[in-house]
């Protein structure tokens, strides 16, 4: 046989075998994909599974992902959106992009989860981490840490999930004083990022005494570093709660597909790697529990968290008081 017809043929063969391969779009934030994230080894173990191609897709911070499915709406290519949380599920339901699951799962949360539209997979609480070599007295409430020196960085609601969290735990816990908590705590804010990483890497790199981050992050520090110098600290009025979500679109051509991923996502395989990769709670206790480490973390004394449509409807007028604040 002719060696370019030959070529010619196997070309083909793995055009199609391309072609018939389906693949599952998840739109997320920019962490979960790192190299350090979970999405390398979460991509591995779906894909020895569904027989399709795994492929990520990221809008920087959580509340980014929501900004740019609005933007795109029905013409969004992600079949499932992974990385919103109960601050946001109210405004991405309200979109109508959603389809329901239809799933009923046991999971480990600290509170009740019941939502037609969006599965769990990891949860935490919200914590300022310090260096405990740099700050031996933690604050105790957030009236203390403004009433210290303490330079903290925090991230910005309007993009990042973490920011607003902050927002959120701040009116949870005071209502109608948030916005004199917010004055009185303008002059420790040494910056605010657009998300996460950017934050936590300029308090790594000495440029705050603390950061808006997790009760889980020293965890990190401890089982990767060998280094048990940073913790978090735990509020006398509580520290907020973050469950993290997934949902899949309505306009996804693969409907069996994105069931499939979702129900993955609460298997051991998934779950598993969520404590040593994304650093949070798995939604499922893996079947060997959780890492060790995990055990010296803070347990915060109160969990605070709004209902999402309570959220929802807060989100922007909590925002301007931040912003009004932060303008003085």
Known sequence: MNASI????????ATMAMAETPVLTVLTYDSFTAEWGPGPAIEKAFEAECGCD??????????AVLARLKLEGTRSDADVVLGLDTNLTADAAATGLFAPHGQTVATNLPVAFNDPLFLPFD????AF?????????????F????????????????????????????????????????????????TVTPGWSEAYGLFLNGEADMVLSYTTSPAYHL????????????????????????????????QELADKFLAFMLTESFQGAIPETNWMYPAVTPKDGLPKGFETLVIPSKSLLL?????????APSIEEWRAALAR
């Open 223 to 254: 089982i990767a570093e060998k280094d048990d110098s940073k913790a978090a600290a735990a509020f006398d009025e509580g520290n907020y709660l973050q469950i993290e979500v997934a949902g899949k679109l309505a306009s996804s051509p693969h």
């Open 129 to 141: 981490v310090y260096d405990k070599a740099k700050v031996p007295t933690p604050p105790k409430s």
């Open 307 to 315: 209902p999402a449509n309570e959220a929802q409807a807060l989100r």
């Open 6 to 13: 030959l070529a010619a043929g196997i070309l083909t063969i």
């Open 143 to 190: 009236e203390d840490l403004a009433a210290s020196s303490l330079k903290i960085v925090i991230e910005d609601p309007r993009s990042s999930t973490p920011g607003l969290g902050l927002l959120m735990w701040v009116k949870a816990a005071y209502g109608d004083r948030a916005p004199e908590i917010w004055a009185a705590l303008a002059d420790n804010i040494v």
């Open 54 to 63: 795994l492929k990520f897709v990221t809008a920087g911070d959580g509340a």
């Open 123 to 126: 949860w935490g609480w919200f």
